[in-house]
């Protein structure tokens, strides 16, 4: 789970990963067989049992520096990955967020790395906490998300990652019933198909924590198999 990737003097949520720091951790993956892929390929290969070596790589809030940073070094790597857009915020920046304020992709940012293979998925309109909204705009962040990502890529959005990684059984019922095929959490109480849980991945994290976390994270998926 990545959010930015760029060059920063202040980072108070941990956010943001250096280019360079990014560029060693890809060289990690592929260094080790690892193949980073979007979500939807990943979940795909593992129902064809031939998931082997690969490795699901997402980007929340959809950062502009994901189509001039992240992007570049993933098609360099061969590597595809999915980013979690907030549709109500496209081409404006992270409003919901008290730290540096940060650009987010334009449309045609959106269009052009939907066009160099990255899975474009649903992270709601407004980057809410989705506990927090009653059923009417629990619902509108759903569904007019993903009819407004689906209006702009011209191919359909399968996928959700709930804001904060907040979700309750209500959620990720509404989620399924929207539609969406999957949908990410962060270390949810009973993962699922719509409450995948994911590792964070940050500016910190050299070798040893990268093989600590691949590690940590896979003891994890097996507990619960």
Known sequence: MYH????????????????????RQLAWLRARDLRGVGMRELLD????????????????DGYADFATRALPALLRY?????VFIVS?????????????RKPLMTAD?????????IEVASHGRHHVSLPRTDDTELREELEESRAALEELVDRPVNGFAYPYGHATSREIDAVRAAGYD???????????????PRTYV?????????????VRHELRRRSRV
Request: glycine share 14%; with cysteine; hydrophobic share 35%.
């Open 4 to 23: 930015s990737v760029d060059h920063f003097d202040e980072d108070p949520h941990l956010v943001t990963v250096s280019p360079a720091r990014f560029e």
């Open 45 to 60: 290969a593992h129902a064809a049992g031939r998931a082997r070596g690969l490795v699901g790589l997402t980007f929340d």
């Open 78 to 82: 061969g590597f595809g990955a999915t």
């Open 88 to 100: 109500g915020r496209i081409g404006t920046y992270n409003a919901w967020d008290d730290g540096p």
């Open 109 to 117: 940012q959106i269009r052009t790395v939907a066009g160099a293979g």
């Open 182 to 196: 999957y949908a990410c959490d962060i270390a949810p109480d009973e993962p699922s198909r719509h409450a995948l």
């Open 202 to 214: 940050g500016d910190r994290d050299g070798p040893l924590r990268m093989r600590a976390k691949l």
